[in-house]
């Protein structure tokens, strides 16, 4: 079973500034790997997938890069709307795999 | 609207049995593999299993080989997964989602696709 690690657990950040968010695998997952954004009673919403390319409707300030076993997503100036738990996953191998969340917050 | 319904969740007794079912509509179902993850209270994600298209490809979440069967039936556009031998382990949300991914102009679906369709999910309580 491949191990996805998201980094850091919670990430305080004030509204306007740029957050960065990690995801490393325990092998390699080449490309397949996607973002989800879960906010508080719903249900997650993909926002990324094949390692960086964006969802329909999610804006611009979202990006992600990697592939193989880092991966990154940023966002470039945080909106109140943005503060949410984001969770990776890949689905490279059997079972597919979620990271246990980064929970972005206002500072 | 695309939109996945799921149903059949509640309190079930330890030992006991569920069916969920999930309800597609706004595109063709046939056409999409689909998932069950699921989320116990406070907790993240896990993937519970997946039924391809025509059901070529069924996988399951290695603990819970034996107790749950996904299955489909897509005359009557429908998605289920029979949970027996219950354990209070299982109680979470279970969502139904839709393996694919749409770009401006299509949308595509594989057993190797992202999750890009979620439902509202069902809670299942397994408690005595």
């Known amino acids: 079973e491949i191990v996805m690690t998201q980094s850091p657990s919670t990430l305080s950040v004030s509204p306007g500034e740029r957050a960065t968010l990690s995801c490393r695998a325990s092998q390699s997952v080449s490309s397949n790997l996607a973002w989800y954004q879960q906010k508080p009673g719903q249900p997650p919403r993909l926002l990324i997938y094949a390692a960086s390319t964006r969802a329909t409707g999610f804006p611009a300030r979202f990006s992600a890069t990697g592939s193989g076993t880092e991966f990154t997503l940023t966002i470039s100036s945080l909106q109140s709307e943005d503060f949410a738990v984001y969770y990776c996953?890949?689905?490279?191998?059997?079972?597919?795999?979620f990271g246990q969340g980064t929970k972005l917050e206002g500072k | 609207e695309v939109q996945l319904v799921e149903s059949g969740g509640g309190l079930v007794k330890p030992g006991g049995s569920l069916r969920l079912s999930c309800a597609p509509s706004?595109?063709?179902?046939?056409?999409?593999?689909f998932n069950w993850v699921r989320q116990a209270p406070g907790k993240g994600l896990e993937w519970v299993s997946l039924i391809s298209t025509y059901s070529v490809y069924i996988k399951y979440a290695d603990p819970l080989k034996g107790r749950f069967t996904i299955s489909r039936d897509d005359a009557k556009n429908s998605l289920y997964l029979q949970m027996n031998n219950l354990r209070a382990e299982d109680t979470a949300v279970y969502y139904c989602v839709r393996g694919g991914y749409c770009t401006t102009s299509n949308c595509y679906s594989s057993p190797w696709s992202s999750f890009d369709i979620w439902g509202q999910g069902t809670m299942v309580t397994v408690s005595a």
């Open positions: 706004g595109f063709v179902f046939s056409s999409y593999s």
């Open positions: 996953q890949q689905y490279n191998n059997w079972p597919r795999t």
